[in-house]
């Protein structure tokens, strides 16, 4: 659907910025942007970004894929490489620490007026800009995909709605302890 | 309209509108939500500005072009986006040192903006290698299921805990 649209470049432009003025928004009003709220995350004292993302998972989860089931939308999975992940991953948690923002929210928080974030931007920068430069000696290595498969229902070869049904029954259960003991 | 001026909104409704946000951008865009690529984008556009079309034969250039492109005017919308709602509710506040930082740490502002230089560059350098961040693997990925983005969430946030109580709790409380 919408294929038209999808190949128009200067609209989708302005698509990408609208869609990106509501994502800071909800963002900012969830206090995602927050230095404080990120940090007190990391430190286990409060749970506001785990509840926001995995609540936008289970939103996002139920609609990609029934809009995928009637044709609607494709779907975009990322590859899977077990050795650029596990690395980039922790490498990545250090910084989150370090910064106390990501790339999403870090925008976000310049936005409200936060310089350190600021200079956090500028060093994301520098760590692309660095990645760029060792990416082809590593690209036949820790990011070689290795599996013909990218997603949970792919590589256990079952329906999607068999692993969609049950995670959102953890997560009913889990929001119900959390909220309500 | 009261809502609007409101400081903050459950996080679960913040979740729900973010996870419809992901629907609009699959349908309208065919895209999924992501931010780290645009740093990448922009930091190929600085170094062409400064060394010329040479860094185009760099490998990484070629898969990621030095331009501006759907998630960078994404990233764009997001600090205006943030900048309204912090407007609206009145929290737009010029801010050097957070308040658990100089809590921890005082108020050397070297400091700070030194360890905000380096955690970005480790968060730039790791989601490059990784794939991706906090929104493209760790929303848009775990939301289409896609196996290396639960794993990437997860290495995220333990990466993340294990460090910040390692300086906030260890270092810190020394």
């Known amino acids: ?181 | 309209m009261n809502w609007l001026f409101l400081k903050t909104w459950s996080p679960y409704l913040v979740g729900i509108g973010i996870g419809i946000l992901s629907w609009i951008s699959l349908l309208l865009s065919n895209k999924a939500i992501g931010c780290s690529t645009a740093y990448v984008r922009t930091g190929g556009m600085i170094e062409k500005f400064l060394r010329g079309k040479q860094i185009k034969e760099r490998k990484y250039f070629q898969k990621f072009e030095p331009k501006i492109d759907w998630e960078w005017m994404l990233v764009i919308g997001i600090i205006i986006g943030s900048s309204l709602s912090a407007a609206l509710s009145g929290q737009f506040e010029i801010e050097i040192i957070p308040a658990i930082w100089s809590q921890t740490f005082g108020n050397n502002i070297f400091l700070r903006l030194i360890s905000a230089i380096i955690g970005g560059t480790l968060i730039g350098f790791g989601s490059r290698l990784a794939g991706g961040c906090t929104s493209g693997h760790g929303i848009s990925g775990s939301l289409q299921l896609s196996v290396g983005s639960w794993l990437a969430l997860a290495l995220f946030f333990i990466g993340g805990i294990i460090t910040s109580i390692s300086l906030f709790q260890l270092l810190g409380g020394l």
């Open chain 1, 1 to 181: 659907m919408f294929k038209k649209l999808h190949e128009k470049k200067k609209a989708q432009l302005l698509l990408g910025l609208l869609i990106g003025i509501f994502f800071g928004f909800l963002l900012q009003k969830g206090g995602a942007t927050n230095y404080n709220v990120i940090i007190n995350q990391l430190l286990l004292r409060d749970f506001t970004i785990i509840k926001i993302m995995i609540t936008a998972v289970i939103t996002g989860m139920i609609g990609a894929y029934l809009l995928k089931k009637f044709k609607k939308i494709k779907l975009h999975p990322k590859p899977f490489y077990l050795k650029g992940i596990v690395l980039g991953g922790l490498i990545f948690g250090v910084g989150f620490a370090f910064l106390g923002y990501c790339p999403g929210t870090g925008a976000g928080a310049l936005g409200t007026g936060s310089i350190d974030a600021l200079f956090g931007i500028i060093g994301m920068i520098l760590g692309s800009l660095i990645f760029s430069r060792i990416y082809p000696s590593i690209s036949q290595t820790l990011q070689k995909k290795e599996k013909e498969w990218e997603t949970i229902p792919q590589a256990l070869g079952i329906n999607p709605w068999a692993i969609i049904l049950p995670i959102i029954t953890i997560y009913l259960v889990f929001v119900y302890f959390f909220e309500f003991f």
